[in-house]
């Protein structure tokens, strides 16, 4: 790929926007690529979480391009947004847990890939904005609505019509992000909470997954309901038959043979 690189070990798929001439500001091409590294990861079997990340200290992605951007037509508009919303589906609907480490300038289109994710983990120089209506535009990949659903409507305008930046020790204190770290231990963390997530079962990790996700905005009966289901059918699996009996043998389970 020409934008990205991934990297696989121990059941860790990273996968890092190197794009730095730009401060890894995402175009047509990087979108693409970085929806098909992330399919490539869930359909590894040998990739059991996933990170994202930018190279170099400045940025994690420092939003669009905005030169690719400035000379759009309305329906082209429409085709990256939809792009764009697409991509961050892919990573807020994978099976597999997706960290976003963000080391540097989280802007525009990089905060919504960040909010894409499930865990957020921040460099102390991070800082993160949604600024486009400075631009005459608007988020266009998710986050007018995750971001309001994530910290709440009133920070969420604040950040979005106000176009206010938050740096990581904000973005800690209004749960925008998970940890705040140097960013010389930023890897280190992310790598702590992945493996902490690698040594449970991947299919009921996948399972809780899809219950938090589907039943978020849902009634609580709802969401029970596909909880409900989500139990009942792990007790179904060779994994779950595995987790139990490791308990009752006093071992740790192995559910990655």
Known sequence: MKYINIDLKDYIGTITINRPEALNAMNKDLVAELKQSV????????????????????AFIAGADIKSMQKMSGRQALEFSR???????????????????????????????????DMRIA?????????????????????????????GKGRAIEMIAGGAMVDAKEALRIGLVNHVVPQSELMVKVQFLAKSILKNGPAAVGAALKCI????????????????????ELFETDEQREGTTAFVEKRKPNFRS
């Open 123 to 151: 460099s102390d120089n991070a800082k993160l904005s949604q600024p486009e209506v400075a631009l005459g535009i608007i988020p266009g990949w998710g986050g007018t609505q995750r971001l309001p659903r994530l910290i």
């Open 83 to 117: 792009e764009g919303q697409e991509m961050t589906m892919v990573i807020e609907n994978s099976p597999k847990p997706v960290i976003a480490a963000i080391n540097g300038f989280a802007l525009g289109g990089g905060c919504e890939i960040a909010l894409a994710c």
């Open 213 to 232: 996700h589907q039943g978020y905005d849902q009634h609580l009966e709802n969401g029970l309901d596909l909880e409900l289901n989500a139990f009942a």
């Open 39 to 58: 399919e490539g990861c869930i359909e590894n079997k040998e990739v059991g979480v996933i990170v994202i990340t930018g190279s170099g200290e400045k």
